[in-house]
């Protein structure tokens, strides 16, 4: 089949050998259906999609950016502002305030909402998958925790939520390659960010926190 579609002299398929492993190639169940279910692009969309198996591996998807729609490109490099504002202006002031590391607790508390809505928005068109359903709400329930554990604790938390589901997301089917590429960089600097809260709350001297949440909480 592969030999009809592609002769072995032809430039494509001198291409497709070069990019996809022999392992993959030689997939006897690839080889007799490509030419009625896949093309070339899909090939290797299906190998790209499968092969973000430990947690450097998703780094690669950075550069699908380039593909990126403007919209969601632009509103979520917006959305790391409050992320990054928080540590900039303690850094620059040489206090730690409990009350701004909360504002930026309960925003990543939101985006954790944000980004299991999105999950669960991909599964309504063709799903009834209890699992992936179930899967959509945990970061939700992770964001509702970060608001209650006490302390630094909190801060570790969200961090820790925004990677975890930021990794397994990149490893499913259903979103476009640019899409995990953006989530890839959005993860990465907010948990930076949160990263750079943390470390503050142990170097600078603490600002006595003004409300009574953020007193229980950072």
């Known amino acids: 089949m592969l030999a009809t579609a592609f002769p072995c002299r032809s ?6 050998r070069r990019r996809v492993p022999c392992s993959l190639w030689n997939n006897s169940a690839i080889r007799t259906t490509y ?35 403007t919209a969601p490109l632009a509103f979520g490099l917006l959305g790391l502002v409050p992320f ?16 701004l590391a909360f504002t930026q607790l309960a ?8 980004i299991g809505g999105i999950r669960w928005g991909t599964l309504l068109r063709e799903s009834n998958d209890w699992k992936q359903y179930a899967y959509s709400i945990l970061p939700s329930v992770a964001a509702w ?11 570790l938390w969200a961090l820790s939520s925004l990677q975890g589901f930021g990794f397994y997301d990149v490893t499913q089917p259903g979103y476009p390659l ?12 907010s948990s930076l ?25 950072m």
């Open 11 to 16: 430039l494509s398929f001198l291409f497709l």
């Open 35 to 69: 030419s009625n279910e896949f093309t070339k692009n899909e090939l290797l969309r299906q190998y790209n999609d499968k092969q973000a198996s430990t947690y450097f591996d998703q780094f690669r998807y950075l550069r699908h950016l380039k593909d990126a729609p």
């Open 145 to 155: 925790l970060a608001l209650l554990v006490p302390g630094r604790w909190s801060i």
């Open 107 to 114: 925003y990543s508390a939101s985006i954790l909402s944000f």
């Open 193 to 217: 960010t949160l990263f750079a809260t943390l470390t503050l709350s142990f170097i600078l001297p603490k600002k006595e926190a003004i409300t009574k949440n953020t007193q229980r909480t």
């Open 84 to 99: 990054a504002a928080v540590p900039m202006y303690m850094y620059s002031t040489g206090i730690y305030s409990p009350d």
């Open 178 to 189: 640019w899409f995990k590429g953006l989530r890839v960089l959005l993860t990465a600097v």
